[in-house]
């Protein structure tokens, strides 16, 4: 399988890495793109030194002939590389979220629905093993319904220029705390209205830092269930924090990450905890959960659609705290 890569940052690295870890599962990167050809020459040189290197996207779309591409764009450079994949018939790994207006996500589902194309959007932490797990039980009726979530996402770097610019990220919700928003919808359901306050507290006089840097968000879901995701850039230095817990009638799941939690089961006696702890690479599941679907026909676990449904709602809790009152869905 022929996989192309546009954008040659450090999340491309990451998606690299993956791929030349399945090469004897038949997967090659056969070509990369970035506006800067030394930066992609150097990152050819580290990942796939015999690929073809193209400074434009549509170049790389149209040329490569390509079975697959990674998508790995900051949000503010998305512009129509998706509906040109599909009408290549290239299906699709892209990065979330995957646009900063709900009108271009959409038109992007529409394009690779019609194309008949696979895709599928980085939310790896659906593809943890303890997430995994308490889908299964969910499944089989041993969790009851879902009542409440509890999460946090904490960091403390300057991160890109880009990044702390709210226009071209969407701000510390859209661009990095939407993991929790998924896993809060893949465990709860539809969402009805959310509230949310945002502020930039810390980093006010940060030249070029527009994006919040504190926010706390509560989303209600058509069971009649809540969510509550907390999010800071300013926490802990050199530390990525990303837990939540889960309440649900039978269980109560602590989550350390997607990969490590505990579940304490409250309709037994003696409520025993069952314990989670696995060094599954995520984006590895992830890419494999991707290729079986291209080869079989099947779904992924997170197509484009899914994508554009969670960014309408961080986009909602954006508009909530700049307008300081619940949206409803």
Known sequence: MRIGIMGTGDVAGRHAAVINSLKDEGVEIVALSNRTEEKARAFAAKYAPEAAIYTDNRALLDEAQLDLVVIALPPFAHTDEVERAAANGIHILMEKPIALAAEQAWRMVGAVERAGIKTQVGFQFRFGEAVEAFKALQAEGK???????????????????????????????????????????????????????????????????????????????????????????????????????????????????????????????????????????????????????????????????????????????RRSAEERREVAL
């Not at 702390?164 to 990220?169: A, E």
């Open 143 to 317: 969790t009851g319904g879902v009542a409440l979530f509890n999460g946090r996402y904490f960091c403390n770097a300057l991160h890109a220029s880009w990044w702390r610019d709210r226009d071209k990220s969407g701000g510390q919700v859209i661009e990095q705390a939407i993991h929790l928003f998924d896993l809060m919808r893949y465990f709860m359901g539809q969402p009805v209205a959310v509230y949310s306050r945002q502020a930039n507290l810390f980093h006010n006089g940060v030249p070029g830092y527009t994006s919040e840097d504190t926010s706390a968000t509560t989303v209600t879901f058509a069971n009649g269930g809540m969510g509550v995701i907390t999010a800071t850039n300013n926490a802990v230095p050199g530390k990525w924090i990303g837990d939540y817990r889960v309440v649900a009638e039978k269980l109560t799941a602590d989550f350390a990450s997607a990969n490590m939690a505990a579940f304490t089961h409250t309709d037994q006696p003696d409520t025993p905890v069952t314990k989670i702890d696995s060094l599954r690479d995520m984006r590895v599941a992830m890419l494999r959960d991707l290729l079986t679907a291209i080869q079989s026909g099947g779904q992924t676990r997170t197509p484009l659609r899914d994508g554009a449904t969670i960014l309408e709602l961080v986009l909602a809790a």
